[in-house]
Antibody, heavy 120, light 106 residues
Framework: QVQLVQSGAEVKKPGASVKVSCKAS????????MHWVRQAPGQGPEWMGM????????NYAQKFQGRVTMTRDTSTNTVYMELSSLRSEDTAVYYC?????????????WGQGTLVTVSS | DIQMTQSPSTLSASVGDRVTITCRAS??????LAWYQQKPGKAPKFLIY???SLESGVPSRFSGSGSGTEFTLTISSLQPEDSAIYYC????????FGQGTKLEIK
């Protein structure tokens, strides 16, 4: 069965960086784009960007351009999302989510979420 | 950027009621719309894609309709387990979610 398992909660100081991992299993890793979505407390989800595990190309939301980097390791079926220059507004649960298919562009499987808290 | 606006923000209904949630896009998105259900402490779960196609395993009491800029999610006979927050999401241009509709059971 498809599983996306994310790394554990993080506490960071303003100005620092955080790197969250997402290990995929139960399907062909290179066949599905992986997206990152965050959700601040009490807010709706916010799309951050995506990576194509087959080749590593990325597409980032304009809001996060210059601050976010998504990478992948095909030897371990893991994708990573690094966010830099953290500020308090970045406190949120960060999810990885698999794109169902290029013809069905919805997010069909999600990780369990990683809480990132930014506080001095 | 395409903005998504849901109404109402909160909805309270009884078991067995028919419930409708509306989602409006700031520009034409054809039928590039999905609906998700989120329960406390959990990741969103996708229910419907392409505005009206039901994901496999989702109960048939859920249905979606609409095109262009106006969309609806309907639950034909509300069940206790349907208590959740529902989000619409466009995928015509990047991805944008609505702010959510919290559905409570009376």
């Amino acid at each position: 069965q498809v599983q996306l398992v994310q790394s554990g909660a993080e506490v960071k100081k303003p100005g620092a960086s955080v790197k969250v991992s997402c290990k995929a299993s139960g399907y062909t890793f290179s066949s599905h784009y992986m997206h990152w979505v965050r959700q601040a407390p009490g807010q709706g989800p916010e799309w951050m960007g995506m990576i194509n595990p087959n080749g590593g190309s990325t597409n980032y939301a304009q809001k996060f351009q210059g601050r976010v980097t998504m990478t992948r390791d095909t030897s371990t079926n893991t994708v990573y999302m690094e966010l830099s220059s953290l500020r308090s507004e970045d406190t949120a649960v960060y999810y990885c989510a698999r794109l169902a298919a290029t013809a069905i562009r919805v997010l069909d499987y999600w990780g369990q979420g990683t809480l990132v808290t930014v506080s001095s | 950027d395409i903005q998504m606006t849901q109404s109402p923000s909160t909805l309270s209904a009884s078991v067995g009621d028919r419930v409708t949630i509306t989602c409006r896009a700031s520009q034409n998105i054809n039928t590039w719309l999905a609906w998700y259900q989120q329960k406390p402490g959990k990741a969103p779960k996708f229910l419907i894609y392409d505005a009206s196609s039901l994901e496999s395993g989702v109960p048939s009491r859920f249905s979606g309709s609409g095109s262009g800029t106006e969309f609806t999610l309907t639950i034909s006979s509300l069940q206790p387990e349907d208590s959740a927050i529902y989000y619409c999401q466009q995928y015509k241009s990047d991805y944008t979610f609505g702010q959510g509709t919290k559905l409570e059971i009376k």
